[in-house]
Protein backbone atom coordinates (compact mmCIF):
# COMPACT_ATOMS: atom_id res chain seq x y z
CA UNK A 1 0.00 0.00 0.00
CA UNK A 2 1.73 3.17 -1.25
CA UNK A 3 0.34 6.44 1.05
CA UNK A 4 -0.92 9.29 -0.64
CA UNK A 5 -1.97 12.19 2.38
CA UNK A 6 -2.45 11.53 5.43
CA UNK A 7 -4.97 13.87 7.69
CA UNK A 8 -5.24 13.66 11.63
CA UNK A 9 -8.94 14.13 12.54
CA UNK A 10 -9.42 16.34 15.27
CA UNK A 11 -12.55 18.42 14.63
CA UNK A 12 -15.05 19.38 12.35
CA UNK A 13 -12.36 21.49 10.06
CA UNK A 14 -10.91 18.25 9.56
CA UNK A 15 -14.10 16.73 7.92
CA UNK A 16 -14.41 19.10 5.00
CA UNK A 17 -10.30 18.55 4.59
CA UNK A 18 -11.36 14.21 4.60
CA UNK A 19 -13.95 15.12 1.43
CA UNK A 20 -12.14 17.60 -0.57
CA UNK A 21 -8.58 15.27 -0.41
CA UNK A 22 -10.91 12.57 -0.89
CA UNK A 23 -12.81 13.68 -3.93
CA UNK A 24 -9.45 15.34 -4.99
CA UNK A 25 -7.23 11.94 -4.81
CA UNK A 26 -9.95 10.07 -6.67
CA UNK A 27 -10.27 13.07 -9.30
CA UNK A 28 -6.16 12.98 -10.08
CA UNK A 29 -6.83 9.14 -10.57
CA UNK A 30 -9.09 9.21 -13.12
CA UNK A 31 -12.38 8.18 -11.36
CA UNK A 32 -15.73 8.98 -12.54
CA UNK A 33 -17.27 12.38 -10.79
CA UNK A 34 -20.40 9.31 -9.63
CA UNK A 35 -17.14 7.25 -8.12
CA UNK A 36 -15.69 10.43 -6.88
CA UNK A 37 -18.57 11.35 -5.09
CA UNK A 38 -19.20 8.39 -3.39
CA UNK A 39 -15.45 7.35 -2.13
CA UNK A 40 -15.35 10.81 -0.73
CA UNK A 41 -19.10 10.98 0.92
CA UNK A 42 -17.91 7.44 2.46
CA UNK A 43 -14.95 8.89 4.33
CA UNK A 44 -16.83 11.97 5.27
CA UNK A 45 -19.38 9.78 6.85
CA UNK A 46 -17.41 7.92 8.67
CA UNK A 47 -14.65 11.12 9.63
CA UNK A 48 -18.05 12.32 11.15
CA UNK A 49 -18.57 9.67 13.34
CA UNK A 50 -14.89 8.88 14.32
CA UNK A 51 -14.76 13.12 15.46
CA UNK A 52 -18.18 12.35 17.28
CA UNK A 53 -16.47 10.28 19.80
CA UNK A 54 -12.56 11.79 19.65
CA UNK A 55 -9.95 14.07 18.71
CA UNK A 56 -7.55 11.54 18.08
CA UNK A 57 -8.24 9.93 14.92
CA UNK A 58 -6.33 9.29 11.56
CA UNK A 59 -7.30 9.05 7.83
CA UNK A 60 -4.77 7.96 5.35
CA UNK A 61 -5.48 8.10 1.11
CA UNK A 62 -3.86 5.29 -0.20
CA UNK A 63 -3.26 2.91 -3.39
CA UNK A 64 -3.01 -0.54 -3.08
CA UNK A 65 -2.81 -3.96 -5.26
CA UNK A 66 -0.48 -4.39 -8.04
CA UNK A 67 -0.69 -4.81 -11.73
CA UNK A 68 -3.58 -4.92 -13.20
CA UNK A 69 -5.91 -4.81 -10.03
CA UNK A 70 -5.53 -1.10 -7.86
CA UNK A 71 -7.71 0.02 -5.72
CA UNK A 72 -8.35 3.54 -3.53
CA UNK A 73 -8.05 2.81 0.06
CA UNK A 74 -9.22 5.24 2.96
CA UNK A 75 -7.96 3.58 6.49
CA UNK A 76 -9.30 5.65 9.50
CA UNK A 77 -7.35 4.61 13.10
CA UNK A 78 -9.34 5.60 15.59
CA UNK A 79 -9.73 4.56 19.43
CA UNK A 80 -9.86 2.47 21.21
CA UNK A 81 -13.74 3.43 21.65
CA UNK A 82 -15.70 0.40 23.21
CA UNK A 83 -19.08 1.91 21.96
CA UNK A 84 -18.09 2.50 17.92
CA UNK A 85 -18.81 -1.09 16.38
CA UNK A 86 -18.98 -1.98 12.53
CA UNK A 87 -23.19 -2.01 12.83
CA UNK A 88 -23.07 2.05 14.37
CA UNK A 89 -25.82 3.38 12.04
CA UNK A 90 -23.08 6.28 11.57
CA UNK A 91 -20.95 3.82 9.36
CA UNK A 92 -24.42 2.55 7.88
CA UNK A 93 -24.27 4.39 4.70
CA UNK A 94 -20.29 4.08 3.82
CA UNK A 95 -20.94 1.06 3.73
CA UNK A 96 -23.48 0.84 1.07
CA UNK A 97 -21.02 3.72 -0.56
CA UNK A 98 -18.26 1.52 -1.28
CA UNK A 99 -17.48 -1.66 -2.59
CA UNK A 100 -15.08 -3.00 -0.21
CA UNK A 101 -15.54 -2.18 4.10
CA UNK A 102 -13.78 -3.86 6.69
CA UNK A 103 -13.62 -2.77 10.73
CA UNK A 104 -11.54 -4.39 12.82
CA UNK A 105 -9.20 -4.46 15.63
CA UNK A 106 -5.35 -3.65 15.40
CA UNK A 107 -2.75 -3.59 18.53
CA UNK A 108 -5.57 -1.99 20.05
CA UNK A 109 -6.82 0.87 17.87
CA UNK A 110 -9.92 0.49 15.99
CA UNK A 111 -8.85 0.54 12.07
CA UNK A 112 -11.64 0.75 9.41
CA UNK A 113 -10.87 0.36 5.42
CA UNK A 114 -12.57 1.17 2.96
CA UNK A 115 -11.25 0.33 -0.85
CA UNK A 116 -12.34 1.05 -4.39
CA UNK A 117 -11.66 -0.68 -7.13
CA UNK A 118 -9.94 1.42 -10.36
CA UNK A 119 -10.62 0.43 -13.34
CA UNK A 120 -8.22 -1.31 -15.59
CA UNK A 121 -9.05 1.41 -18.22
CA UNK A 122 -7.13 3.85 -15.95
CA UNK A 123 -3.90 1.72 -17.01
CA UNK A 124 -2.62 2.51 -13.27
CA UNK A 125 0.69 1.86 -12.38
CA UNK A 126 4.04 2.63 -10.21
CA UNK A 127 5.11 5.29 -12.09
CA UNK A 128 1.70 7.42 -12.00
CA UNK A 129 1.36 6.23 -8.26
CA UNK A 130 4.68 8.05 -7.48
CA UNK A 131 3.20 11.25 -9.41
CA UNK A 132 0.34 11.19 -7.77
CA UNK A 133 2.19 10.66 -4.12
CA UNK A 134 4.66 13.94 -5.62
CA UNK A 135 1.14 16.04 -6.76
CA UNK A 136 -0.10 15.82 -2.97
CA UNK A 137 3.44 16.66 -1.78
CA UNK A 138 3.80 20.00 -2.90
CA UNK A 139 0.25 20.50 -3.20
CA UNK A 140 -1.01 23.51 -1.90
CA UNK A 141 -3.00 23.67 1.07
CA UNK A 142 -6.75 23.60 0.87
CA UNK A 143 -7.25 26.59 3.48
CA UNK A 144 -5.65 28.39 5.95
CA UNK A 145 -6.55 25.55 8.33
CA UNK A 146 -5.09 23.42 6.26
CA UNK A 147 -1.81 25.40 6.10
CA UNK A 148 -1.66 26.13 9.86
CA UNK A 149 -1.83 21.98 10.46
CA UNK A 150 0.13 21.04 8.03
CA UNK A 151 3.13 23.70 9.74
CA UNK A 152 1.89 22.11 12.94
CA UNK A 153 2.27 18.56 11.69
CA UNK A 154 5.69 19.26 10.15
CA UNK A 155 6.87 20.70 13.71
CA UNK A 156 6.25 17.71 15.39
CA UNK A 157 7.68 15.72 12.15
CA UNK A 158 10.77 18.00 13.39
CA UNK A 159 10.98 17.91 16.96
CA UNK A 160 10.39 14.07 16.99
CA UNK A 161 13.24 13.78 14.71
CA UNK A 162 15.20 15.86 16.78
CA UNK A 163 14.55 13.93 20.46
CA UNK A 164 15.34 10.76 18.10
CA UNK A 165 18.64 12.33 17.36
CA UNK A 166 19.42 13.76 21.13
CA UNK A 167 18.34 10.19 21.93
CA UNK A 168 20.91 8.45 20.15
CA UNK A 169 23.91 11.12 20.94
CA UNK A 170 23.01 10.69 24.40
CA UNK A 171 23.26 6.92 23.82
CA UNK A 172 26.53 7.21 21.90
CA UNK A 173 27.76 9.69 24.76
CA UNK A 174 26.86 6.90 27.06
CA UNK A 175 28.58 4.46 25.49
CA UNK A 176 31.37 6.39 25.13
CA UNK A 177 31.97 7.48 29.25
CA UNK A 178 31.64 3.67 29.34
CA UNK A 179 34.54 3.19 27.32
CA UNK A 180 36.59 5.37 29.03
CA UNK A 181 35.61 4.51 32.52
CA UNK A 182 36.61 1.00 31.21
CA UNK A 183 39.61 1.67 29.51
CA UNK A 184 40.70 4.15 32.23
CA UNK A 185 40.18 0.86 34.93
CA UNK A 186 42.06 -1.19 32.69
CA UNK A 187 45.19 1.18 32.33
CA UNK A 188 45.60 2.29 35.80
CA UNK A 189 46.36 -1.60 36.92
CA UNK A 190 49.37 -1.90 34.91
CA UNK A 191 50.43 1.81 35.48
CA UNK A 192 50.18 1.19 39.12
CA UNK A 193 52.10 -2.05 39.15
CA UNK A 194 55.24 0.34 37.14
CA UNK A 195 55.07 3.00 39.39
CA UNK A 196 55.57 0.54 42.51
CA UNK A 197 58.80 -0.73 40.61
CA UNK A 198 60.34 2.56 39.52
CA UNK A 199 59.88 3.28 43.07
CA UNK A 200 61.92 0.29 44.39
CA UNK A 201 64.74 1.27 41.85
CA UNK A 202 64.46 5.41 42.74
CA UNK A 203 64.69 3.94 46.65
CA UNK A 204 67.93 1.80 45.32
CA UNK A 205 69.58 4.92 43.53
CA UNK A 206 73.15 3.52 46.22
CA UNK A 207 73.56 -0.12 44.13
CA UNK A 208 73.25 2.04 40.28
CA UNK A 209 75.50 4.10 38.60
CA UNK A 210 74.57 7.53 37.70
CA UNK A 211 73.49 7.04 33.96
CA UNK A 212 71.16 4.15 35.17
CA UNK A 213 70.07 6.31 38.69
CA UNK A 214 68.97 9.32 35.57
CA UNK A 215 66.87 6.85 33.21
CA UNK A 216 65.21 5.33 36.68
CA UNK A 217 64.34 9.31 37.97
CA UNK A 218 62.46 10.21 34.18
CA UNK A 219 61.00 6.42 34.05
CA UNK A 220 59.61 7.91 37.74
CA UNK A 221 58.48 11.25 36.26
CA UNK A 222 56.98 9.82 33.61
CA UNK A 223 55.05 7.59 35.18
CA UNK A 224 53.89 9.57 37.93
CA UNK A 225 52.08 12.23 34.91
CA UNK A 226 50.61 8.50 33.42
CA UNK A 227 49.30 7.81 36.73
CA UNK A 228 47.47 11.41 36.62
CA UNK A 229 46.86 11.57 33.39
CA UNK A 230 44.69 7.84 34.28
CA UNK A 231 43.36 9.50 37.09
CA UNK A 232 42.00 12.63 35.68
CA UNK A 233 40.13 10.17 33.05
CA UNK A 234 38.78 8.28 35.83
CA UNK A 235 37.36 11.25 37.71
CA UNK A 236 35.90 12.86 34.19
CA UNK A 237 34.03 9.25 33.64
CA UNK A 238 32.81 9.87 37.19
CA UNK A 239 31.27 13.48 36.73
CA UNK A 240 29.93 12.11 33.72
CA UNK A 241 28.26 9.33 35.59
CA UNK A 242 27.22 11.53 38.18
CA UNK A 243 29.32 9.04 40.65
CA UNK A 244 31.63 11.59 42.08
CA UNK A 245 31.40 10.91 45.85
CA UNK A 246 32.90 13.20 49.05
CA UNK A 247 34.35 12.49 52.17
CA UNK A 248 34.42 15.75 53.63
CA UNK A 249 35.80 16.43 56.97
CA UNK A 250 36.51 19.76 59.16
CA UNK A 251 40.14 21.33 58.68
CA UNK A 252 42.34 23.79 59.82
CA UNK A 253 42.60 25.82 56.26
CA UNK A 254 45.96 27.40 56.92
CA UNK A 255 47.77 23.81 57.83
CA UNK A 256 45.94 22.12 55.22
CA UNK A 257 47.04 24.72 52.69
CA UNK A 258 50.74 24.77 54.32
CA UNK A 259 51.22 20.61 54.26
CA UNK A 260 50.22 20.64 50.51
CA UNK A 261 52.09 23.87 49.06
CA UNK A 262 55.02 21.79 50.94
CA UNK A 263 54.96 19.06 49.03
CA UNK A 264 54.39 20.57 45.88
CA UNK A 265 57.26 23.07 46.63
CA UNK A 266 59.53 19.62 46.34
CA UNK A 267 57.85 18.16 43.01
CA UNK A 268 58.06 21.94 41.37
CA UNK A 269 61.53 22.50 42.24
CA UNK A 270 62.04 24.63 39.08
CA UNK A 271 59.83 27.29 40.33
CA UNK A 272 59.75 29.17 43.51
CA UNK A 273 56.73 28.92 45.37
CA UNK A 274 55.97 31.33 47.87
CA UNK A 275 53.06 31.06 50.14
CA UNK A 276 51.34 34.14 51.96
CA UNK A 277 48.70 32.75 54.20
CA UNK A 278 46.12 34.99 55.49
CA UNK A 279 43.50 34.74 58.49
CA UNK A 280 42.85 31.22 59.72
CA UNK A 281 39.53 29.49 59.48
CA UNK A 282 38.27 25.96 59.36
CA UNK A 283 36.81 24.31 56.51
CA UNK A 284 34.65 21.29 55.24
CA UNK A 285 36.62 19.61 52.57
CA UNK A 286 37.27 15.92 51.10
CA UNK A 287 41.18 16.26 51.62
CA UNK A 288 42.43 14.65 48.97
CA UNK A 289 40.08 16.24 46.04
CA UNK A 290 41.00 19.72 47.27
CA UNK A 291 44.62 18.67 47.49
CA UNK A 292 43.56 17.57 43.52
CA UNK A 293 42.38 21.09 43.04
CA UNK A 294 45.64 23.31 44.57
CA UNK A 295 47.77 20.28 42.61
CA UNK A 296 46.19 21.56 39.45
CA UNK A 297 46.47 25.02 39.68
CA UNK A 298 50.08 25.04 40.93
CA UNK A 299 50.69 22.47 38.54
CA UNK A 300 49.40 24.67 35.55
CA UNK A 301 51.13 27.25 36.66
CA UNK A 302 54.88 25.59 36.69
CA UNK A 303 53.51 24.20 33.43
CA UNK A 304 52.78 27.86 31.72
CA UNK A 305 55.40 29.81 33.26
CA UNK A 306 59.18 29.72 32.91
CA UNK A 307 61.59 27.91 34.97
CA UNK A 308 63.02 30.01 37.91
CA UNK A 309 59.70 33.17 37.57
CA UNK A 310 58.00 32.24 41.21
CA UNK A 311 54.71 31.04 41.64
CA UNK A 312 52.69 32.90 44.69
CA UNK A 313 49.88 31.42 46.67
CA UNK A 314 47.96 33.72 49.07
CA UNK A 315 44.91 32.72 51.06
CA UNK A 316 42.20 35.56 52.60
CA UNK A 317 38.56 35.06 54.01
CA UNK A 318 36.38 37.41 52.43
CA UNK A 319 33.11 37.44 53.98
CA UNK A 320 31.78 33.67 54.44
CA UNK A 321 34.69 32.34 52.30
CA UNK A 322 38.11 31.07 52.18
CA UNK A 323 39.82 32.32 49.29
CA UNK A 324 43.04 31.05 47.45
CA UNK A 325 45.04 32.80 44.73
CA UNK A 326 47.36 30.90 42.73
CA UNK A 327 49.78 33.79 40.77
CA UNK A 328 52.31 32.90 37.95
CA UNK A 329 54.35 34.93 35.54
CA UNK A 330 54.12 32.74 32.86
CA UNK A 331 52.83 32.86 29.21
CA UNK A 332 48.97 34.37 30.71
CA UNK A 333 46.09 34.13 28.43
CA UNK A 334 43.90 36.28 25.68
CA UNK A 335 40.00 37.30 26.90
CA UNK A 336 39.23 34.60 24.48
CA UNK A 337 41.20 31.76 25.97
CA UNK A 338 40.37 32.91 29.37
CA UNK A 339 36.26 32.68 28.60
CA UNK A 340 37.08 28.89 27.63
CA UNK A 341 39.39 27.09 30.24
CA UNK A 342 36.62 25.93 32.60
CA UNK A 343 34.97 23.89 29.41
CA UNK A 344 35.48 19.53 29.14
CA UNK A 345 38.67 18.63 27.05
CA UNK A 346 39.56 22.53 26.23
CA UNK A 347 42.81 23.23 25.35
CA UNK A 348 44.31 26.16 23.79
CA UNK A 349 45.75 25.69 20.43
CA UNK A 350 49.13 27.30 20.66
CA UNK A 351 50.29 25.18 23.62
CA UNK A 352 48.80 22.06 22.26
CA UNK A 353 52.09 22.02 20.47
CA UNK A 354 54.65 22.88 23.11
CA UNK A 355 53.06 22.30 26.78
CA UNK A 356 51.55 18.60 27.19
CA UNK A 357 47.92 17.89 28.72
CA UNK A 358 44.30 16.75 27.81
CA UNK A 359 42.48 19.94 29.04
CA UNK A 360 40.37 18.26 31.55
CA UNK A 361 42.83 19.50 34.64
CA UNK A 362 40.56 22.79 34.70
CA UNK A 363 37.25 21.33 34.19
CA UNK A 364 37.41 18.96 36.99
CA UNK A 365 38.98 21.48 39.10
CA UNK A 366 36.25 23.62 38.93
CA UNK A 367 33.86 20.86 39.60
CA UNK A 368 35.26 19.72 42.40
CA UNK A 369 35.37 23.41 43.76
CA UNK A 370 31.62 24.02 43.13
CA UNK A 371 30.70 20.79 44.30
CA UNK A 372 32.32 21.74 47.77
CA UNK A 373 29.62 25.04 47.40
CA UNK A 374 32.61 27.50 46.25
CA UNK A 375 33.63 29.22 43.40
CA UNK A 376 36.83 29.32 40.69
CA UNK A 377 37.51 32.52 38.38
CA UNK A 378 40.65 33.42 36.40
CA UNK A 379 42.44 36.44 35.73
CA UNK A 380 44.91 36.81 33.21
CA UNK A 381 47.44 39.68 30.50
CA UNK A 382 48.27 37.92 27.36
CA UNK A 383 52.23 37.29 28.16
CA UNK A 384 52.44 38.30 31.39
CA UNK A 385 50.74 35.72 33.72
CA UNK A 386 47.59 34.40 35.19
CA UNK A 387 46.12 34.52 38.50
CA UNK A 388 43.40 31.55 39.53
CA UNK A 389 41.05 32.14 42.71
CA UNK A 390 38.80 29.46 44.31
CA UNK A 391 36.71 30.07 47.12
CA UNK A 392 35.62 27.40 49.78
CA UNK A 393 32.92 28.14 52.33
CA UNK A 394 34.04 28.40 55.97
CA UNK A 395 32.73 25.91 58.37
P1 LIG B 1 45.73 21.28 30.21
O1 LIG B 1 46.69 22.02 31.08
O2 LIG B 1 45.88 19.83 30.26
O3 LIG B 1 45.68 21.82 28.83
P2 LIG B 1 43.69 22.51 31.86
O4 LIG B 1 42.23 22.20 31.91
O5 LIG B 1 44.44 22.43 33.13
O6 LIG B 1 44.28 21.52 30.79
O7 LIG B 1 43.88 23.94 31.24
C1 LIG B 1 43.13 24.34 30.10
C2 LIG B 1 43.84 25.45 29.33
O8 LIG B 1 43.90 26.61 30.17
C3 LIG B 1 45.28 25.14 28.98
O9 LIG B 1 45.37 24.46 27.75
C4 LIG B 1 45.91 26.53 28.91
O10 LIG B 1 45.69 27.08 27.64
C5 LIG B 1 45.10 27.34 29.91
N1 LIG B 1 45.79 27.54 31.20
C6 LIG B 1 45.51 26.92 32.37
N2 LIG B 1 46.30 27.40 33.38
C7 LIG B 1 47.08 28.34 32.82
C8 LIG B 1 48.10 29.22 33.33
N3 LIG B 1 48.45 29.19 34.61
N4 LIG B 1 48.68 30.07 32.46
C9 LIG B 1 48.31 30.10 31.17
N5 LIG B 1 47.37 29.31 30.62
C10 LIG B 1 46.75 28.44 31.44
Do not use: C
Not at 27 to 44: R, S, Y
Not at 61 to 89: C, T
Not at 379 to 392: A, L, V
Amino acid sequence: MTDIISITLENEMDLVLAHKRSMKVAEKIGLTVATQTAFATAVAEVARTVIDHTNMGNLQLAISGSHPRFSLNAVIVFGPIAELKKDDEGFFYAQKLVPEFSFETRDGSSVIEMAMGIPRSLRMDALKIAALKAFFLTEEPLNAYEEIKNRKNFLSKVTSEQELEIKHEKFINEKKSEFISIASHEIKTPITILKAYTQMLVKNHDNFDPKINSIVDKLDQQTTKLTTLVQQLMDVSQMENGTMTYNREDMAFNAFMKDIVDVLTQAHATHPIVLNLGADTHVSIDKLRMEQVITNLLGNAAKYSPPGTSINVDTKIENNFAIVSVSDEGIGMSPETLGLIFEKFYRNKEVMTTHPGLGMGLYITSKIVVDHGGKIWAESTDGKGSIFHISIPRK
